[in-house]
Structures are given as C-alpha cells and as structure tokens.
C-alpha cells in the first residue's frame, strides 16, 4: 500500500511513517528510491506503536517488541514494569488530588494553620527537590559547538 494510502488510513503523517522507518519501527517493501510502500501489517504495527506510547514506553522499547518482520515479541516483563510505573503514578495524583481537595475546603483559618496542607507543601517540595537532583545542570552541560 502507498504511503499516502496509509496516511489516509491510520492518520499518521507521512513525515512521521518516515521517522518510524528511519527508527525501524516500520519497513517500506519498495526498492531503494521509489515511492514508499507498505505491506498491510503495517495498520497493525502503526496500532502497536500507538498502543506502546500510549501506555508510556519509549519508540526503543516498542522498537525492541517488534519482531525484523513486524510480528509482536510482547516483553511481559517491560509491561509490568511499566504498568508499575502507571500504578505509582496514580496513587501520587490521587494523594494529590485529596490534599488539593482537602485544602479548597479546610475549615482552618489559614492553610498555614493546616496540618494537611502542611504536608502537601512538604510533598510538593520534596518532589521538586528530587526532580531538581535528576536533571542535568545547565551549568555544566557542554557549550553548543
């Protein structure tokens, strides 16, 4: 199938099917220097790719859950790592979304008077501090050549 057959299909840009190819997420059948062609299977590995970032992996892990012709090689265990990963971060918004709850109707005079809030502030910092740590800082990143 054409590469504009494809787009009109499955929405994708053609700039972004060729990035997937560029990646080897997908393959064009044609010959080097024509006109890109697809096989069929590649509505199902678009709808892979689609389903993988969706859920959070990376293009390289969905990548690494692509057989050379296409087929999925499923890696449970990068799924339940991921599914993990979703289920953290559920229970952090859900804390989240009690203590922002909890402040918008705290009976207390000032949310300094709020133990509750105190402990979302607490949260909040420490979270920032973290993220802070992880990221690499501008001052030592290398000078653009």
């Known amino acids: 199938m054409d590469i504009a057959e494809v787009v009109k299909r499955t929405g994708v840009p053609a700039h972004t099917l ?3 190819e560029r990646k080897g997420l997908i393959v064009s059948v044609a010959p080097s ?3 890109r062609q697809f096989s069929a299977a590649v509505l199902d590995q678009l709808a892979l790719i689609a389903l993988g970032q969706a859920g959070g992996l990376s293009l390289d892990e969905v990548r690494a859950m692509l057989s050379p012709c296409g087929e999925p090689l499923v890696d449970r265990g990068v799924l339940l790592r991921k599914a993990d990963e979703i289920d953290a971060t559920i229970k952090q ?3 989240m979304s009690r203590g922002l ?3 918008a ?3 207390a005079p000032s949310h300094a008077e709020c ?4 402990r979302l502030l607490k949260a909040a910092a420490a979270g920032a501090l973290k993220r802070r740590h992880l990221a690499p800082c501008p001052r030592t990143a290398a000078p653009p050549s």
């Open 18 to 20: 060729r990035f997937y």
């Open 33 to 35: 220097g024509a006109r």
């Open 93 to 95: 918004l859900q804390a």
């Open 101 to 103: 709850r909890h402040a």
């Open 105 to 107: 109707a705290c009976p």
């Open 115 to 118: 133990p509750t809030f105190q």
